[in-house]
């Protein structure tokens, strides 16, 4: 069985509603796909979450395929998978990446309050509907300024748990964050806390859907639905992915204000010394800065948007010699 639930709604000042919805789709399948099956016949719910930022498309993507794929093939699913294609659905329609009158960084509100502004309680929602699942995939975009390749993202404080799954999820990395580098706010870490494994993916880059990147993702849920039983069907898998630590990882800044050209393939390896761009100013037809690979590995980060200013970002390598596993 498959239908559309309401998670949420609010009155808003424009006489309108905002309203949280989700996908349920209910396996048809006569028992489950596991060598052992739950002795307390507990059948597996996978969430998959996508918008919680208004300005990451990526997600949307996956959304559809899934949904679309899962509800012609309720047959191979035992158990339920829960999509939830816009959490905040005021900023996608506005391509906002926070919540559109309110200010809010949604992303920044987990857990929730029941009790407290409209934000808060639209995240205490959410959160209590979710939690308790027995995996859930929170997917996140870049933004306009960067494009990421398909990643995993883990506190260090859930690794025990989440390193095992965030393979099957069909990403190129696995990127592990000191725990003082996380902050307590967001939503996989409220979940997480709560003792529902909850993966967060990054993966193309904002206000754009990176289709060869969200036909990979949606197979992985696939896998991971496997995984604990719930899918039957055939599912494609990428190679193992890296697994990172924060040490491990290069970041290129500019120096100098200007347009930043790239001079190398998002994706690609690159040699230590390596030319990977330049920034150039438009105002004095010159090279203002030539930037350059400090170490040899994966640029998995590059800059997207040309303008930059000091500071700016405008790679990030995955370093060969690095704390990788």
Excluded at 81 to 110: H, K, Q, S, W, Y
Aim: some cysteine; glycine content about 10%; overall charge negative.
């Amino acid at each position: 069985m498959a239908r559309i639930e309401t998670v949420f709604s609010a009155e808003l000042p424009v006489g309108e509603r905002l309203v949280i919805k989700k996908h349920r789709i209910e396996g048809t399948a006569p028992a489950p796909f596991s060598a052992t099956p739950p002795a307390d016949g507990h059948r597996p719910r996978i969430v998959v979450v996508t918008g919680i930022h208004g300005d990451e498309l990526e997600g949307q993507y996956v959304a559809y395929r899934l949904g679309k794929l899962l509800e012609e093939r309720r047959n191979l699913l035992w158990g339920t998978i829960d999509i939830f294609p816009a959490v905040n659905p005021l900023g996608i329609n506005c391509i906002e990446r926070g919540v559109p009158m309110f200010d809010i960084d949604l992303n920044r509100t987990f857990p929730g309050d029941p009790a407290g502004d409209l934000t808060e309680t639209l995240a205490a929602a959410v959160t209590a509907d979710v939690e308790g699942a027995d995996a859930v995939v929170d997917i996140h975009a870049s933004n306009i300024f960067l494009r990421e390749m398909p990643q995993v993202r883990i506190n260090e404080r859930s690794a025990d748990v989440l390193l095992p799954l965030a393979p099957l999820l069909n990403v190129d990395l696995v990127w592990v964050h000191a725990s003082a580098t996380v902050l307590e706010s967001t939503f996989a870490y409220a979940l997480n806390e709560r003792r529902t494994p909850t993966l967060v993916v990054e993966t193309g880059v904002g206000m754009r859907i990176t289709r060869s990147y969200g036909e990979r993702l949606t197979q992985g849920v696939l896998r991971l639905a496997a995984h604990f039983g719930a899918w039957g069907g055939s599912a494609e898998a990428s190679p193992e992915p890296i697994v990172s630590h924060d040490g491990a990882v290069s970041y290129l800044n500019a120096e100098s204000g200007g347009i930043f050209l790239p001079e190398v393939e998002h994706g690609s390896h690159v040699e230590k010394g390596q030319l990977i761009g330049v920034v150039a100013s438009a105002s004095k037809g010159e090279v203002v800065q030539r930037v350059i690979a400090p170490e040899s590995g994966l640029l998995f980060t590059l800059r997207e948007y040309p303008v930059v200013y000091p500071g700016s970002l405008l790679a990030r390598i995955l370093n060969d010699g690095g704390d990788t596993q």
